[in-house]
Nanobody, 120 residues
Framework: QVQLVESGGGLVQAGGPLRLSCAFSGGLFARYVMGWFRQAPGNQRELVAR???????DYADSVKDRFSISRDNSKSTVYLQMNSLNSEDTAVYYCNARSVDYWRDGFDYWGQGTQVHVSS
């Protein structure tokens, strides 16, 4: 069973940086597209960024040029470097792992979430 454990959330001042980490275990990391999602109070969960095992990335328009997703396949870890944070980035951030064969095997996993609060 795949497990995802996020870390790195917390309180940060507007304009500052923060880096989230997500440790993956219980499966073959290279077989998963890794993503970061976030959910603010009263809002739906939304995609922030995702990365394939080959390093191709995709970002939400709201975080392009500020956030950077990366993965270390040797450590089975995915990172989200967040810069120039603003109050609209305040949310619970969730790590996601979706199998490259999701439409066949249905493997899709979530971490427990880590809170990010940006103070203005």
């Amino acid at each position: 069973q795949v497990q995802l454990v996020e870390s790195g959330g917390g309180l940060v001042q507007a304009g500052g940086p923060l880096r989230l980490s997500c440790a993956f275990s219980g499966g073959l990391f290279a077989r998963y597209v890794m993503g970061w999602f976030r959910q603010a109070p009263g809002n739906q969960r939304e995609l922030v960024a995702r990365i394939t095992s080959g390093g191709s990335t995709d970002y939400a328009d709201s975080v392009k040029d500020r956030f950077s997703i990366s993965r270390d396949n040797s450590k089975s870890t995915v990172y989200l470097q967040m810069n120039s944070l603003n109050s609209e980035d305040t949310a619970v951030y969730y790590c996601n792992a979706r199998s490259v064969d999701y439409w066949r095997d249905g493997f899709d996993y979530w971490g427990q979430g880590t809170q990010v609060h940006v103070s203005s």
